[in-house]
């Protein structure tokens, strides 16, 4: 059974959401820490941050001020946003997700798995996650939708026709 989702705006403060029922675009985030969990499919943003913000918070604080008071770990946490160095977003894992943890590492994908839900886009960056600092989330999944490469104007005129047109032949000059 396919369950509609109702898509949120995004707003300054925390969010708690509930991925199962909710969808987000994540271009719309500039940046702010996340905490999802896959078992739950709850996610929480924490407050909006500017760029040169002095705001004293954790991931903690901002969970619990979403009205999450246990269960901390089982939570993946990071960062998320989009715009100036990373004009399609980046999602950065705080603290960093190493390969060899299977049950974190599954838990990190599943929170990829999420974004790609809720606005991900091809070239986003993932920052922490396996054995490499940052690469591309099509490196991760596979299945991202890539955007098509519009082919040069030397490549169309080099391409032969697939069929050649069969001509009518007419026969212009007047009978005798």
């Given at each position: 059974?396919?369950?509609?989702?109702?898509?949120?705006?995004?707003?300054?403060?925390?969010?708690?959401?509930?991925?199962?029922?909710?969808?987000?675009?994540?271009?719309?985030?500039?940046?702010?820490r996340f905490?999802?969990?896959?078992?739950?499919?709850?996610?929480v943003?924490?407050?909006q941050?500017?760029?040169?913000?002095?705001?004293?918070?954790?991931?903690?604080?901002?969970?619990?001020?979403?009205?999450?008071?246990?269960?901390?770990d089982?939570f993946?946490?990071?960062?998320?946003?989009?715009?100036?160095?990373?004009?399609?977003?980046?999602?950065?894992?705080?603290?960093?997700?190493?390969?060899?943890?299977i049950?974190?590492?599954?838990r990190?994908?599943?929170?990829?798995?999420?974004?790609?839900?809720n606005?991900?886009?091809?070239?986003?960056v993932?920052?922490?996650?396996?054995?490499?600092?940052?690469?591309?989330?099509?490196?991760?999944?596979?299945?991202?939708?890539q955007?098509?490469?519009k082919?040069?104007?030397?490549?169309?005129?080099?391409?032969q026709?697939?069929?050649?047109?069969?001509?009518?032949k007419?026969?212009?000059?007047?009978e005798?």
């Open positions: 059974m396919f369950i509609e989702k109702i898509k949120i705006p995004i707003v300054q403060e925390i969010m708690r959401i509930d991925t199962r029922t909710q969808a987000i675009d994540m271009q719309q985030i500039d940046n702010r905490m999802y969990n896959p078992d739950t499919g709850l996610l943003l924490g407050r941050y500017a760029v040169t913000s002095l705001m004293d918070s954790s991931h903690a604080g901002e969970l619990a001020a979403a009205g999450v008071t246990k269960d901390y089982a993946v946490r990071g960062w998320v946003g989009a715009g100036g160095d990373y004009p399609v977003g980046v999602v950065h894992f705080a603290p960093s997700v190493d390969a060899r943890n049950e974190l590492f599954d990190a994908f599943d929170t990829l798995k999420m974004f790609a839900d606005g991900i886009m091809y070239g986003t993932i920052r922490g996650f396996g054995k490499e600092w940052e690469q591309p989330v099509s490196a991760i999944l596979t299945d991202m939708w955007p098509a490469a082919p040069s104007v030397r490549k169309q005129l080099k391409k026709p697939a069929t050649k047109a069969v001509r009518q007419t026969n212009h000059q007047q005798r």
